[in-house]
């Protein structure tokens, strides 16, 4: 590898200076500088290259034409430092860079889309990518390093390694086929339609069923808060979902009773050992603040 002569930013802005500036006094004055400082860094700079840049004509110092690659070199050097000067500011604060979330359905149809639209409209540099799973999927692609930050359902017993935030506490409600009456008790519900065993939600469901003595007989399973609100409508079961997903659009089921069977929270998770990533804090502060 050949010898790389020391040469200093400030050397080359000064070349760019004097090219740039009417005398060396103004360019002196543009870069905050005295005359003989100026003088003795182009000097220093020549000495380093081994090339005189500039050729006496009277008083006047006049850059060499010779020399003109040299500047042109010096004026690349300074645009593309401040390129990356503004590109590490950026991703300092959060506006560059590649973040990637994870959601749950409900938080990606109901709860977030608005800020998450708005956060990627905000922050052209930055490069988002969306992954839309359940809880246990999300969660241990986080601790492996697959996503950023997601949004999950909290669980009682928190996974090691990872930071919970809270966003926001959601109601889930007990929804019963057309055919079936308001005022069933709680231990004539059923059977049920639920997400699978593997859902943090179901868990909850079970705990707080086994509480109000309803039993709670599995007839059909599926991830897909849609797909169990069709079994609903087609008599297969009964079912329990989030409030917002139950009751939204032109069709919504009915409750068995007026009151939420519970409320679950939701919580934005990230590794505990994670590198500074600016992006993915600020979003994840959009989050918790959109849902405040």
Known sequence: MPDIPHISLQQLAYLVAIQEQPSWAAAAADLHVTP????????????????????????????RPEAEP????????L????????????????????????LIDV????????????????????QLDLVVAPSSELVGRVANGELDV????????????????????????????????????PDRWGPFVCFPPSSHTRSLIAARLADLGAPFEVVAESHQPEVLQQMVR????????????AESGPDPLHRARRAPLLDRWLIGVQRDDRL?????DVLLELLRASSS
């Open 36 to 63: 003989s400082a100026l003088s003795q860094g182009v000097a220093e700079l020549e000495r380093r290259l081994g090339l005189e840049l500039f050729v006496r004509e009277g008083r006047r110092r006049l850059p």
């Open 234 to 245: 087609l008599g297969m079961g009964w079912t329990v979902l989030p409030v917002s997903q």
């Open 70 to 77: 040299v500047f042109a070199y010096a004026r690349s050097v």
């Open 79 to 102: 645009v593309q430092t401040d390129d990356l000067i503004r590109w590490t500011d950026s991703r300092r604060a959060g506006r560059a860079g590649r973040v990637r979330l994870g």
């Open 107 to 126: 938080a990606a149809i109901h709860h977030f889309p608005t800020t998450v639209q708005a956060f990627a409209g905000s922050r052209p540099d930055v």
């Open 150 to 185: 997601a949004v999950v359902v909290e669980t009682p017993d928190p996974t090691p390694g990872l930071s919970a935030t809270r966003l926001l506490s959601e109601p889930l409600a007990v929804y019963r086929p057309p055919e079936a009456s308001a005022k069933t008790p």
């Open 276 to 280: 500074d990533h600016p992006a993915a």
